[in-house]
């Protein structure tokens, strides 16, 4: 009789902290959210020229939570894709705000402000599946 074994999962682990694991998953969420806010602000400040200030308010809160994300992926002992994912939001999180504070003065950093925020979205809702309940 051969013996097979299930590929390692991806998923958090629960082993003593399953506190911080809630936390990573309702991070995770709130990104989703505020990412989904962010597009909305943005496009009120093109089309209508609403104020931008809260866009970027929340844009530093939104690397704020990611780099937090990056440690409770590792607390939550995670393992390969997950890590990445996080570490890969955090990266794309501070390129967004750079691309945003210059996009002031250039039109190119403007003009990759926007599909990069596509990119994050993406991202955050493939990161907040990867560690929904049930995949651990």
């Given at each position: 009789?051969?013996?097979?074994?299930?590929?390692?999962?991806?998923?958090?682990?629960?082993?003593?902290?399953?506190?911080?694991?809630?936390?990573?998953?309702v991070?995770?969420?709130?990104?989703?959210?505020?990412?989904?806010?962010?597009?909305?602000?943005?496009?009120?400040?093109?089309?209508?020229?609403?104020?931008?200030?809260?866009h970027?308010?929340?844009?530093?809160?939104?690397?704020?939570?990611?780099?937090?994300m990056?440690?409770?992926s590792?607390?939550?002992?995670?393992?390969?894709?997950?890590?990445?994912?996080?570490?890969?939001?955090?990266?794309?999180?501070?390129?967004?705000?750079?691309?945003?504070?210059?996009?002031?003065?250039?039109?190119?950093?403007?003009?990759?402000?926007?599909?990069?925020?596509?990119?994050?979205?993406?991202?955050?809702?493939?990161?907040?599946?990867?560690?929904?309940?049930?995949?651990?």
């Amino acid at each position: 009789m051969i013996e097979t074994t299930a590929p390692p999962t991806a998923a958090p682990t629960t082993t003593g902290r399953p506190g911080l694991l809630t936390a990573y998953r309702v991070l995770a969420g709130l990104s989703v959210l505020i990412v989904l806010v962010q597009a909305a602000l943005a496009g009120r400040h093109i089309n209508l020229g609403a104020g931008i200030e809260l866009h970027g308010i929340l844009g530093n809160t939104l690397f704020a939570i990611a780099v937090v994300m990056v440690v409770l992926s590792f607390l939550t002992q995670t393992r390969g894709v997950v890590v990445g994912h996080a570490v890969g939001f955090a990266a794309l999180c501070f390129v967004q705000i750079g691309l945003g504070y210059v996009g002031r003065d250039t039109a190119e950093a403007a003009a990759w402000h926007i599909p990069n925020g596509v990119l994050l979205m993406g991202l955050a809702v493939a990161h907040l599946t990867l560690i929904l309940p049930g995949r651990d």
